[in-house]
């Protein structure tokens, strides 16, 4: 049931998403709500819509009815979902020369553009880019 609980709340928080040090994987950010609120979350937050803001609002309104351990991981699980979600949009952000010089064609399709970036020798992208793709998790 964990396991499936995580899936959804993995598809979930991706489906609601369009990215200092490297930010925590979106399955590692949900696995860690799986583990620590799966039961908290069958328990208080049926029926709410398993995306981010409001599982994180749920969490947050019925913190009087959840466990500890839920209420310790939560927060910090949410924070590294939202730093993830804001690395990926400085990415594009940071790449934007790039992706004119080497994806023109790509242009206006975000996964296009993503996956001719990564296959651009690393040499031929800006310092900025390069790092913005791997906080981004694209790495």
Do not use: H
Request: aromatic fraction near 6%; proline fraction near 3%.
């Amino acid at each position: 049931m964990v396991r499936a609980l995580s899936l959804a709340l993995f598809v979930a928080v991706v489906a609601a998403s369009p990215a200092a040090a490297e930010t925590m994987s979106f399955e590692n950010a949900t696995t860690i709500l799986a583990e620590s609120c799966g039961k908290d979350i069958e328990a208080n937050c049926l029926g709410v819509s398993l995306d981010a803001p409001r599982l994180k609002e749920c969490l947050s309104r019925n913190q009087d009815s959840i466990s500890a351990q839920c209420r310790a991981n939560y927060i910090s699980a949410f924070d590294a979902i939202q730093k993830r979600i804001a690395a990926r949009y400085a990415a594009m952000k940071a790449c934007e020369r790039d992706k004119g010089k080497l994806c023109a064609d790509a242009a206006g399709k975000p996964g296009e553009t993503i996956a001719c970036l990564l296959k651009a020798p690393t040499k031929s992208l800006g310092w900025g880019c390069n790092q913005a793709l791997t906080q981004a998790g694209y790495r």
